[in-house]
């Protein structure tokens, strides 16, 4: 299993960016998606979180300004992050629960990470 993350870059402060993870390879289902970030000098913290039903939690830093959603034909899960501010400013990554086989638990999967900077 594998999760390609996209859609980082540089915005100015106000700005909107939309991220985008993908899973692949083969498994029987995906539990919860999420994301998480990590800014300098700072643990990884979480962002968002969605379950296969759609029901979605957020950090409170985030709330009504960030929207996760999901796809779940496409096995991905999107951020979009709206009234960016510079303390956004983080490597986001995705998390995902699989389910690899039915009779199995699940297991955590990380992305690779995208960088977020947030410029004042």
């Known amino acids: 299993v594998q999760l390609q993350a996209s859609g980082g870059g540089l915005v100015q402060d106000g700005g909107s960016l939309r991220l985008s993870c993908a899973a692949s390879?083969?498994?029987?289902?995906?539990?919860?998606m999420g994301w998480y970030r990590q800014a300098p000098g700072k643990q990884r913290e979480l962002v968002a979180t969605i379950n296969s039903g759609g029901s979605a939690n957020y950090a409170d830093s985030v709330k009504g300004r960030f929207t996760i959603s999901r796809d779940n034909a496409k096995n991905t899960v999107y951020l979009q992050m709206n009234s960016l501010k510079p303390e956004d400013t983080a490597v986001y990554y995705c998390?995902?629960?699989?389910?690899?086989?039915?009779?199995?638990?699940?297991?955590?999967?990380w992305g690779q990470g995208t960088l977020v900077t947030v410029s004042s």
């Open positions: 390879g083969t498994f029987f289902s995906i539990n919860d």
């Open positions: 998390k995902a629960d699989v389910k690899r086989r039915y009779w199995l638990g699940t297991d955590n999967y």
